[in-house]
């Protein structure tokens, strides 16, 4: 019913910029809080940042001016935007969504994962 769908993830060199965007489509009715986990080889999952629907963000540390988080709301679309990248931000990326569809409740949604890769 929900699908959202990732873009934008790549290799780029420590230092460089990347882009990442996620758009939610199906029976949506409300998004809730949208956001970004990411998953190194062989470690957990972890968070990167969130958004809610009112704008509050928040960050993990390791990230914390570096990464700048937005949303279209119109567009159903969050963005994750990462600048001064370093070779420890390599993982793979995940959007994450807290959706109502419609006549139904709230749950979480999962993208299918961008590989962001920083060379040294």
């Known amino acids: 019913q929900v699908q959202l769908v990732e873009s934008g993830g790549g290799l780029v060199q420590a230092g460089g910029s990347l882009r990442l965007s996620c758009a939610a489509s199906?029976?949506?009715?409300?998004?809730?809080?949208m956001g970004w986990y990411r998953q190194a080889p062989g470690k957990q999952r972890e968070l990167v940042g969130t958004?809610?629907?009112?704008?509050?963000?928040n960050f993990a540390d390791s990230v914390n001016g570096r990464f700048t988080i937005s949303r279209d709301n119109a567009k159903n679309t969050v963005y994750l935007q990462m600048n001064s990248l370093k070779p420890e931000d390599t993982a793979v990326y995940y959007c994450?969504?807290?959706?109502?569809?419609?006549?139904?409740?709230?749950?979480?949604?999962w993208g299918q994962g961008t590989q962001v890769t920083v060379s040294s």
């Open positions: 994450n969504a807290n959706i109502r569809v419609r006549g139904g409740p709230a749950s979480n949604y």
């Open positions: 199906g029976s949506i009715f409300t998004i809730y809080t």
């Open positions: 958004i809610t629907s009112g704008g509050y963000i």
